[in-house]
C-alpha cells in the first residue's frame, strides 16, 4: 500500500469517529437528527470530509479493493455539496448509522491486513 493511501485511510477512519461521536452526543435517533440543524451540518462535514479523501485514494488502491463502493462515497459527497438543499436526511441517517460504520470496520481491516508494508 502507498503511504498517501495508508494516510489517507486513517483520516477516513478519524471522520467516521467523528460522525460516531456526534451520534453519541446528539442522540442515535433520526427524529433528533431530522430537529437539529447542527447536528445535520456536523455529520455532513464529516460525509463531505470522507468523500474528498476517498477521492485522493490512488486508483490502483480502489481497484484493489471493489469490495467498497468507493464511487457511491464519491457521489455521497457531491451531493450534499453541490445538493444540500435537496438532500434526502433519511438516506444520510441511512449512511451515517450503517454505511460509516460498515466503512471504518473495512478500512481498518485493510490497515492491519496491508498498512504494514509500505511502498511511494
Not at 5 to 27: P, Q, S, T
Not at 51 to 57: F, K, M, Y
Not at 67 to 76: A, D, G, K, N
Not at 91 to 119: F, H, Q
Request: net charge negative; charged share 30%.
Amino acid at each position: 500500500m502507498k503511504r498517501t493511501d495508508r494516510v489517507i485511510l486513517n483520516k477516513i477512519v478519524y471522520y467516521c469517529d467523528e460522525i460516531a461521536n456526534d451520534l453519541a452526543r446528539f442522540g442515535n435517533d433520526i427524529e433528533s437528527f431530522r430537529r437539529d440543524t447542527s447536528y445535520q451540518r456536523s455529520t455532513t462535514s464529516c460525509v463531505t470530509q470522507i468523500g474528498e479523501l476517498t477521492n485522493h485514494l490512488s486508483q490502483e488502491f480502489r481497484e484493489n479493493h471493489p469490495e467498497t463502493h468507493w464511487r457511491s462515497i464519491v457521489c455521497m459527497r457531491n451531493i450534499v455539496v453541490h445538493d444540500y438543499e435537496r438532500l434526502d436526511f433519511v438516506t444520510v441517517w441511512d449512511a451515517i448509522t450503517n454505511d460509516v460504520p460498515a466503512l471504518k470496520k473495512s478500512i481498518k481491516e485493510i490497515l492491519s491486513k496491508e498498512g504494514r508494508g509500505t511502498s511511494e
